[in-house]
């Protein structure tokens, strides 16, 4: 068995998502056997994570002081703006490289099962920011609670008059029908629009 602190380790790892008991104590071991390229460095990172990281004031998304590099980037569009429901949505988003507007993250999406209502989201301030813009894209999971969430938000947004649009739903490039769920190809019929 392993030692106090070894344990605490793992149980710890344990609660990250992707890992359960078996994938913690892999990854421990292999933290514990590269102490020096691995395991100080490792523990450095997350020190300062700790202590700096903080959610922009602006957007939500994770930065190191009041704003985050995209809010602070004057290139962007300050009247395109993306909403989103996690910073992973976010980062995702930028992996692409194709939108280049501000960001605004709710911080979850309602949900009566889990007890998230408006109140707990970001959605007063994206009201705010909404003024300001001239389109708010609402770029939202494709979820029961994804979709409601949505809903609700364009309900909101209708007050401020800005353009609401959504992101395109339906089939991937590459992707074979026969692999598709009934909602992806059901979305898909109905965004489906006339070829040039």
Known sequence: MADDAVQRLIELMAKLPGLGPRSARRAAL???KRRDTLLAPLAEAMAEVAAEARLCVECGNLATGPL???CLDQTRDAALLCVVEEVGDLWALERGGAFRGRYH???GVLSALDGVGPEQLRIPRLVE???GAREVIL???ATVDGQTTAHYVAERLARTGVAVTSLA???PVGGALDYLDDGTIGAALRARRALP
């Open 30 to 32: 292999a933290l514990v």
């Open 68 to 70: 985050c590099s995209i």
């Open 105 to 107: 993250v709710l911080g």
């Open 129 to 131: 920011r909404a003024a």
């Open 139 to 141: 770029a939202l999971n």
């Open 169 to 171: 739903q339906g089939v």
